[in-house]
């Protein structure tokens, strides 16, 4: 599964994680700010220690985290610069995507896209639209409140439904 979210939702809604992309980042992962090298950091412990010690929405400064290599401070893994870190997994991640798409490529396919926005559609409305023109087996879904154009060259093999995302699928289930 392809997905823009960085929030864990997936992961709390049962998704195995070794079957997600998360390209835009992950919440759950620290990186050096700079950053000086390509690793990201599991940050669940500190930050629920963060949260236990916060006194008026503030964190102790021992608390904020730093990079073990150059030692400025940590920020979160989330694609919102020329900073952002692709770490091992997330090449891994990308890896099993592509060779998902290379071995499907021209079998019968639906690309279901739920709530993607145009904030990025790059990374899943565009390329799902250019995947269904080229593959005649495939058919495109969009579920989204209110972003579901389509254009003209898949509207035969695509369906745009304008609703709650899980008002729908339990619907379709």
Known sequence: MLTTNVDHCFQKAGFDKRRLFYTQGDYGLWQCSKPCHD??????????????????????SRLVPHCPVCS????????????FVQ???WHTAAGRYQAFLRR????????????????TPGIIKYPFWQMTYSNPNAFYICINLSDIFIPTEIRERSAGIAGD?????KYLE
């Not at 690793?39 to 220690?49: A, F, L, P, Q, S």
């Not at 995302?165 to 699928?169: A, R, S, T, Y």
């Open 72 to 83: 400025a401070p940590m920020s979160m893994n989330l694609r919102a610069d020329n900073t």
């Open 87 to 89: 770490d091992d997994g």
């Open 39 to 60: 690793k990201t950091y599991d940050n669940e412990i500190v930050i629920k220690k963060m949260v236990a010690e916060q006194e008026n929405m503030r964190v102790p």
């Open 104 to 119: 499907f490529e021209k079998s019968k396919l639906l690309y279901l896209e739920l709530g993607v926005g145009s904030n």
């Open 165 to 169: 995302i899980g008002e729908m699928l």
